[in-house]
T-cell receptor, first 115, second 112 residues
């Protein structure tokens, strides 16, 4: 079974440029998460989707960040314009709906460097 | 507000030794406490998890000890191996699969 797929794995951009990250969750997983992981720190939730609905986006900086999950499968996270402080790894994770196990399955992440 | 505090930040242990990582939480509504393992360039992967109705859970060389009254839980890695060298994150949530709040991570290095 394929895991969570993210692209691109690495992205280097100039500040003020836009950037987008794509995530394909594990087939059948209704819940999708985007996490931000700064160097040497634990992941922090940006947004959580249940199917197409964003059920928790309280930590998403909405002035420059946006996300969508059309058709309740793939998801895109966008930053526009990027700032130096956005340099981090953006992790996508998925889990089955009403998962009693509670396990999140993470992708390998997209590492963003803003110059 | 850091809801889950993890220590130490880094740990060096000899092969065959015991690695111990501690976490403390503040929110008494948390009822699910997983540990994730992350290798460089990879995403975190679930290692072991516990719920507050038990005080200990063991899976192979990995054991979680849970102290509900102290709001603390710890990960013990017995017979540590070089392949265990990774960053370990504790986490907590109010319900399984819900929003996970992660600790800051512990980088473990097992020397051969």
């Amino acid at each position: 079974e394929a895991g969570v797929v993210q692209s691109p794995r690495y992205k280097i951009i100039e500040k003020k440029q836009p950037v987008a990250f794509w995530c394909n969750p594990i087939s059948g997983h209704n819940t999708l998460y985007w996490y931000l992981q700064n160097l040497g720190q634990g992941p922090e939730l940006l947004i959580r989707y249940e199917n197409e609905e964003a059920v928790d986006d309280s930590q998403l900086p909405k002035d420059r960040f946006s996300a969508e999950r059309l058709k309740g499968v793939d998801s895109t996270l966008k930053i526009q314009p990027a700032e130096l402080g956005d340099s981090a790894v953006y992790l996508c994770a998925s889990s089955p709906r009403r998962s009693t196990a509670g396990e999140l399955f993470f992708g390998e992440g997209s590492r963003l460097t803003v110059l | 507000q850091q809801q889950v505090k993890q220590s130490p930040q880094s740990l060096i242990v000899q092969k065959g030794g015991i690695s111990i990582i501690n976490c403390a939480y503040e929110n008494t509504a948390f009822d699910y406490f997983p540990w994730y393992q992350q290798f460089p360039g990879k995403g975190p992967a679930l290692l072991i998890a516990i719920r507050p109705d038990v005080s200990e859970k063991k899976e192979g060389r990995f054991t979680i000890s849970f102290n509900k009254s102290a709001k603390q839980f710890s990960l013990h890695i017995m017979d540590s191996q070089p392949g265990d060298s990774a960053t370990y994150f504790c986490a907590a949530s109010k319900a399984a699969g819900n929003k996970l709040t992660f600790g800051g991570g512990t980088r473990v290095l097992v020397k051969p």
